[in-house]
């Protein structure tokens, strides 16, 4: 088999899949998109100086939002004694 023969059947086989596979690829999206998110939070409040505790959280909201991601806090696996440290379980993809 060739590896265009490969490569299209290893397409199809994920793109067929639905369920748990689908499901965690979207969580490990999210998932780093959050760590980003996080990591240039910190690199502004050490480089400026100017982003206090109480500001994280909105940078990192804000920041996500950019990424195409909604915070809703009103989901069930939403913990919400967590934040402000962000969590994947609180952001939604924004439906365009």
Do not use: W
Not at 58 to 81: F, Q, S, V, W
Request: charged letters at 20%; proline letters at 4%.
């Amino acid at each position: 088999m060739t590896l265009l023969g490969v490569a299209a059947a290893v397409a199809f086989s994920v793109g067929g899949c639905d369920g748990p596979i689908k499901q965690q690829l979207a969580h490990d999206a999210v998932a780093k998109s959050v760590a980003e998110c996080e990591m240039e939070a910190t690199r502004v409040a050490v480089d400026t100086n100017t982003l206090d505790a109480d500001q994280e959280p909105n940078y990192i909201a804000t920041c996500m939002h950019a990424k195409g991601y909604d915070l809703r806090l009103d989901l069930p696996d939403c913990k919400k004694e967590s934040l402000p440290q962000a969590t994947t379980a609180c952001y939604v993809l924004i439906s365009r």
